[in-house]
């Protein structure tokens, strides 16, 4: 069992910026993919964005060309850079672990991916942290 601890989550004015980080007791060797999820009470856990072993991304269509996620195997940690928060960015965010032995994704355009979510494919999640963004 993989232990996921997030950190860094807070609370901005619209147009801020935060940066989340997953920190992992390991993460799995071989073919994996990792992820970021996000819910709002009283709405669905919803995917956010996720990278794989050959640091492919993929990110849902509301936070596209905003957030970025990556990965430091050094570190065994998970980053998710939010720029240009919005309101609706408001929600507990969570990270998510061994969804391999590849991410769930849909091809948008000639270059971009947007990631599925499918939480059923992953085993491991974090406890969560909160973002709260202000108008």
């Known amino acids: 069992q993989v232990r996921l601890v997030e950190s860094g989550g807070g609370s901005v004015q619209s147009g801020g910026s935060l940066r989340l980080s997953c920190t992992a007791s390991?993460?799995?060797?071989?073919?994996?993919?990792l992820a970021w999820f996000r819910q709002d009470p009283g709405r669905e856990r919803e995917g956010v964005a996720s990278?794989?072993?050959?640091?492919?991304?993929s990110y849902a269509d509301s936070v596209r060309g905003r957030f970025t996620i990556s990965l430091d195997n050094a570190k065994n940690t998970l980053y998710l850079q939010m720029n240009s928060l919005k309101p609706e960015d408001t929600a507990m965010y969570y990270c998510a672990a061994d969804g391999g032995p590849a991410c769930s994704r849909a091809r948008v355009g000639n270059t971009d991916y947007r990631f599925l979510g499918v939480e059923d494919d992953f085993p491991n999640w974090g406890q969560g942290t909160q973002v709260t963004v202000s108008a």
């Open positions: 390991a993460f799995t060797s071989g073919t994996f993919c």
């Open positions: 990278i794989d072993t050959y640091a492919r991304t």
